[in-house]
Structure formats: C-alpha cells, structure tokens
C-alpha cells in the first residue's frame, strides 16, 4: 500500500471523532447507570475467546457464527473467535464463572466485530451494550426486560415517536413442527414472510399440511384477534399446547407493556422472524422514525447455558451505541488560559475545571489563536480571572 494511503481504514470501521464520540461517552454512561438502578450488575468480557465458548449460539444461529472473525492462538495452536456478540460470554459467566441460585441480572457495554456489516450503512464493529436475566421462565421477566429496554430509551433522551414491535417465534415453530416440514420448505416459508410477500405465500401454502394456517400466519401477522379468528380451531383450540401458548403470552405482554405505557406505539408482527433459531420465545425491537435500524432489540433464548453445562431460561436485549448516537454531535466547550504559574491563575485553572468545563493553558510562545475551535478564554479583570466567550 503507497505511504499516501497507509491511513485509510477497512470498510465498514470508522473513527469516532471528538464531537460524536462525547455523545456516545454520554450515552453509554447514564445507560449503564440506570440499568445498575435497576439491579442489573455491570460485568466486562474479554474481546477474543476459543471459538467452542462463543458457539453457544453460533451452532443455532448460523449467522452469527458468519459473523465471527476466527484466528489462531499462537499459544495454543487453538480456534480462537473475536466476539460478534457479547450474549454468548455473559451466558457462559452465568454458568460457570459467577453461579447465582435464582434470577441473576447482568449489564455490559463493549465492541464487537462482524466480518461484514449486518445492516444498511452500519459498522462493522458496533459498540454493544445490552442487560441480560437469567433464572426465569415466567412473562414477569419478559416484561421486565421490555420496561428496561423502553426506559432505558428514554433515559438517553430518545423517546419521541418510538415504536415497540412484539412478536414469538412459537406460532411459526409450532406449525412447522405440526406439519413436519423440512428445512428447505421451512427456510422458503421464513423467506416469504420476513418480505411480506402474501400473494406469493398463498400459492406456496396451497400445498402444505396446514396451509390455510400458515398463510393466515403471514396473512394476519399484525392482529391478534384477526388470527385467532382465521387459525383453524383445530390448532387453536384442540391440537397445539406450544401454539396456544405462545399466543396468549404474546396477548399478554400486549396488554401489561399498554398499560405500563399508555401512549407508546405498539405492534405485533408473528412472522418477524430474525434470529429464530437461537429465539425461543418473545421477541421484541424499538424502532424510531426515520431509522431503518432498530434502536434496541431481544428476546427469550432459554436453555442457552446448555452449552456450558447449565441450562437456564434467560431473556435480554442489546442496542449498538453508534445507532442511538446517530446524528447527535455536541459542541466541546474549551477554555483557554494564558500561560503562567502565578497561584491565582493556577487556582483559577482548577477552580474553572471543577466546574466540569474543559480548560487548555497555552505553551511555550503559543496565543489563542492555537487552540482550534477555542469557545471562551479565561482573563484577568481587575485583579479577578474570568470566564468570557470569544
């Protein structure tokens, strides 16, 4: 590579610079301030483990294991994987390295990496933050972790406008194991519905045990009353237990995430499908007007410590710090003091600092003039220094 293009970066890996990355500092500090409010302890995850520890859900989630950059240990002739996602390594101290009898709540903030971004002009190394809780099967928890998704929204000011898209991935598992279809027809399916292609679902359906009920899967995905009605009563009704489940859970969490916040938009979509190998239950996502990414997204993945020898229900969301940060930059203030080691000026210095503004003292034969991007100045007035903008 010439000299001239050593400082370019791969695609899809930027800088932050100072203006954005205040923001993002910001932000990450009070979400992990209100998720500590609310129980969940802060833990740190090393950014490179042996690929066997980050397959918990790379083996059900082939995407996820796309995801993920591999390299040699040149220690121990070992796989080693750089973490795509940090739900894996919380997952395996929730069953080894730090073992609660009970519901144990988790939080973490950090980078991962994905060979290839995995959305519209996202990053290829996101900075992930999400809460995770162990330890409870019941929908209490599902809400729980909605309330704390959609609160933490709001505590980083990003609340207008949001809307919550709820749905389950056992209405679609279900069917799919009641008509025992192959994973080829069971792919084609997920395909028809994650584009929402209905007339191409009702001529694929035609064929299938159980077709009219998967096409009014897709057909009524947006309306819970609509698919009860249209659902034959032979599923709803008699044959499925895990489809009637998944329903009324799905109702449910409706009707307790409504009445927690009233005026929030909320809709259903039973075919939204992403992840649903590794989901195994409710799955949620935030969404904020003229995003095409979700703010924040999760779901139920129980049994995900299987892996590491200790099964347990568990459910979480994460969000990327980049994504919530979009488009907000916030001026840097800076103070310029003279040079100079007399004590009032330097008590002045510490004084201005103590306030939380940021102050720089000019060096050598400098002026003001070499501080770029300086906003106020501290001066002497009668004896007394002063803070004045420029």
Not at 44 to 62: D, K, R
Not at 150 to 171: A, R, S
Not at 289 to 315: K, M, S, V, W
Request: hydrophobic share 40%; net charge negative.
């Amino acid at each position: 590579m010439p000299i001239s293009e050593t400082w370019l970066l791969p695609d899809g890996v930027a800088d932050v610079l100072p203006e954005q990355a205040q923001v993002i500092e910001r932000l990450r500090r009070k979400a992990l301030d209100f998720l500590a409010s609310r129980g969940y302890q802060l833990v740190y995850t090393p950014f490179i483990e042996y690929i066997e520890s980050l397959s918990s859900l790379s083996e059900s989630n082939q995407d996820l294991d796309l995801a993920t950059f591999k390299v040699i240990d040149q220690l121990s002739g070992r796989l080693l994987g750089v973490r795509a996602d940090m739900t894996p390594q919380v997952a395996r101290i929730d069953a080894h390295v730090h073992q609660v009898q009970g519901v144990a709540r988790y939080c973490y903030a950090g980078t991962v990496l994905h060979t290839k971004p995995q959305g519209f002009n996202t990053t290829r190394a996101p900075l992930q933050l999400g809460a995770e809780l162990f330890g409870s099967d019941s929908i209490d928890a599902d809400v729980e972790m909605i309330d704390v998704m959609l609160n933490l929204i709001k505590t980083v000011d990003l609340v207008d406008g949001i809307h919550l898209d709820l749905g389950h991935v056992g209405l679609f598992r279900s069917l799919v194991k009641l008509a025992g279809l192959n994973k080829s027809t069971e792919r084609q399916l997920s395909d028809l519905y994650q584009r929402k292609a209905l007339p191409e679902l009702a001529e694929f359906t035609q064929a299938l045990e159980y077709g009219a009920d998967f096409y009014a899967l897709g057909r009524y995905a947006s309306d819970l009353d609509a698919l009860q009605a249209n659902i034959s009563a032979e599923i709803f009704a008699f044959a499925d237990e895990a489809f009637k489940h998944a329903f009324n859970v799905l109702k449910t969490t409706y009707t307790e995430i409504q009445a927690r916040w009233p005026n929030l938009n909320i809709g259903i979509d039973v075919v939204e499908l992403r992840s649903y190998h590794y989901h195994t239950g409710l799955m949620y996502a935030v969404y904020a007007p003229n995003r095409a990414a979700p703010l924040a997204q999760g779901g139920r993945y129980d049994g995900i410590g299987e892996h590491f020898g200790r099964a347990r229900p568990a459910t979480g969301f994460s969000c990327d710090l980049y994504v919530l940060s979009a488009g907000q930059h916030q001026q840097i203030e800076k103070v310029v003091a003279p040079k100079g080691t007399a004590p009032d000026l330097l008590e002045a210095i510490a004084e201005t600092r103590n306030q939380g503004l940021s102050v720089i003292q000019l060096l050598g034969n400098d002026d003001l003039n070499s501080v770029p991007n300086a906003t106020h100045q501290l001066v002497n007035v009668a004896g007394e220094w002063k803070v004045e903008t420029i």
